[in-house]
């Protein structure tokens, strides 16, 4: 009678814990208001232009036990790399130790769980009738952390001291009072702190904001509902990915390539993956690619390697439904420590979590490029093409530092050309920061064009998006600092495309003056100077000669490439009178073509 009793027991728990598909989107979708409420609040409440027009940040929960439950779009790269910030705090302060009101703050990628100093994290712990069940945590990019330069974003940093103040996992607020010493070390170390400060106060305003909405979720529910429900959503998670998984076929997909230099050096930088699949888990392991560089720009930390290849396989799932700790359980990685993908103390990293993060994601396209032919792109303009304009208000005398990601090609695809000024693969829901407003805000700059850049997109059947052409001028004397990507290896190319346009920053472009750079910093600029950012356009998907002769033509007449153009790339023959497409002329021209 006894184990009758116990087994019984045992069922009525389990049933219990068992959430039924509505609640549980209910739940889920519970959890997803509390994360873009977080989200509202940076927008309305941040000051600089990189968190309020870019959305350089995102807003992430966690359950008590530190395991992701709930994401805001926001950055992928910063999404699936919160759990190391995670692990970071309740390393060092256990959540058993933690009390209602306390705040901890990192940025630091060695001891810190960052992706790089600019993105500081702050983590607030969530109580409910006293006991801990959530942490909210949210990671924003501020525009100066210190460091040599500007922007604190060097590609050719040569090691992590450069890049400006490391802060390891810290309590930041004891029983809601800030310790003010932290704060203090923190200001003094940014050039632009009246900015900061603002962005700061936005990201503990979006915690309260955590909590107080995750009170409204908790009274609404209960806390056992809510945690039978996140039990659920994480295998739900999982299984997801590993259906996604399972759809590719078992065995072993290897690809490799080359980025660009490291900003010390211009050595190309050679990088591959191997992926092994087995039913439903994936093994990426990136062994063989360059060990660690002296440059800022060829190294990919381990915290962005893990989350630039979950981002990737994000990319075969509904992420809507999946994207919480569970979605991660099948995906096992690894990179030899010292390499370009595991580099160790104290290599400097901040600028490669665009251009070797990116590469990293393309490498996998071009893996699976065979097995998913119709989801897979071609080859896209690189990194986030960041610049940092910077110099001393003429009026005031005040620093002000202007920072930016830029758009570019993505490239083609199977049923459709590839998207035109578009952020990079890791950033997301990004936006440009409007002209309007950059000038506005910096009155030392002006924009003079911003347009898309002819004949940048890689020709194809379906040709990459096309780059754009952001020309300013500099009406105060000043510093620019740029990482830049794809001036080398161009956007790549797929089943015969051909590759885009390379990116560049040209100083002076039309004159004798003129220069172009990639990968620089402290490049001193008089007022007056033109200063021309250009991104490459994406790589082409398929045979161009194989393009729909009428869909050459509206890019003729959209003025993005010439009549020359037409014939001899797609062989399509356009009439320079009527503007019209010479069909027997066309047919000819490609049938000779082909050979």
């Given at each position: ?449 911003y347009k898309l850049r002819d004949d940048s997109a890689g020709a194809g059947r379906h040709r990459g998006g096309w780059g754009v052409n952001y020309d300013y001028r500099m009406l105060w004397p000043g510093e620019i600092t740029v990482a830049s990507d794809r001036d080398k290896f161009t956007p ?104």
């Open positions: 009678m006894s184990e009758a009793r116990d087994t019984l027991r045992e069922v009525i728990n389990t049933n219990q814990h068992r959430v039924d598909p509505v609640t549980l989107e209910v739940i889920r979708a519970g959890l997803m208001s509390v994360v873009h409420e977080m989200s509202i609040t940076m927008d309305r409440t941040s000051y600089s232009t990189i968190i309020r027009e870019v959305h350089d940040y995102s807003c992430v929960l966690f359950d008590a036990q530190g395991r992701l439950i709930a994401q805001a779009e926001g950055i992928p790269i910063f999404n699936g790399s919160m759990n190391f910030v995670i692990d970071a705090v309740t390393g060092r302060y256990p959540p058993e130790s933690m009390r209602p009101g306390d705040m901890f703050i990192s940025n630091d990628p060695y001891t810190g769980g960052g992706t790089h100093k600019n993105d500081i994290n702050i983590v607030m712990p969530i109580f409910w009738e006293g006991e801990l069940v959530m942490m909210s945590a949210s990671k924003a990019h501020h525009l100066d952390i210190g460091g040599k330069d500007p922007g604190s974003w060097s590609s050719d940093a040569r090691n992590t001291y450069q890049e400006g103040l490391s802060i390891p996992a810290m309590q930041l607020a004891r029983d809601g009072e800030i310790n003010e010493a932290i704060t203090d070390i923190l200001f003094a170390n940014m050039r632009v702190p009246q900015l900061s400060r603002g962005d700061f106060a936005a990201q503990i305003a979006a915690g309260k904001t955590a909590e107080l909405r995750a009170h409204a979720f908790l009274k609404k529910h209960g806390i056992a509902l809510f945690r039978g429900a996140v039990e659920a959503l994480l295998d739900h998670g999982e299984r997801i990915s590993r259906a996604a998984i399972e759809r590719i076929p078992d065995g072993v997909y290897r690809a490799e390539g080359y980025a660009d230099g490291d900003g010390v050096t211009e050595d190309p930088i050679h990088i591959q993956v191997k992926a092994t699949v087995e039913g439903g888990d994936i093994w990426l392991d990136y062994a063989g690619s360059d060990t660690q560089r002296s440059g800022a720009a060829g190294n990919c930390h381990w915290v962005n390697t893990v989350s630039g290849t979950r981002e990737f396989m994000m990319f075969l799932t509904d992420t809507a439904l999946g994207g919480n700790e569970g979605s991660y359980r099948p995906i096992h990685i690894d990179a030899p420590a010292g390499s370009v993908f595991r580099p160790q103390y104290p290599a400097p990293v901040t600028t490669g979590i665009g251009d070797m993060c990116t590469r990293l994601i393309e490498l996998l396209f071009q893996a699976f490029a065979e097995v998913f032919p119709k989801e897979v792109i071609a080859g896209t303009f690189g990194t986030v093409h960041g610049m940092t304009l910077s110099g001393f208000d003429e009026e005031t005398g005040a620093e002000f530092v202007h920072f930016s990601p830029y758009a570019g090609g993505w490239g083609g695809r199977a049923e459709t050309d590839g998207n035109s000024a578009m952020v990079s693969l890791i950033s997301g829901d990004n936006f440009n920061i409007p002209c309007e407003v950059m000038e506005t805000k910096f009155p030392g700059l002006l924009a003079e064009s790549y190319g797929l089943f015969g495309g051909h590759s885009g346009a390379a990116s560049g920053l040209i100083v002076h472009p039309g004159t004798e003056r003129e220069r172009a750079y990639a990968r620089d910093s402290g490049i001193a600029v008089e007022a007056g100077t033109v200063l021309s950012h250009r991104t490459a356009g994406g790589g082409g998907y398929g045979d161009p000669l194989e393009r729909e002769p009428q869909a050459v033509l509206d890019d003729v007449l959209d003025e993005f490439i010439t009549i020359d153009v037409a014939a001899e790339t797609y062989g399509v023959m356009i009439d320079p009178q009527s503007m019209q497409i010479d069909l027997p002329a066309t047919e000819q021209r490609r049938m000779r073509e082909l050979g």
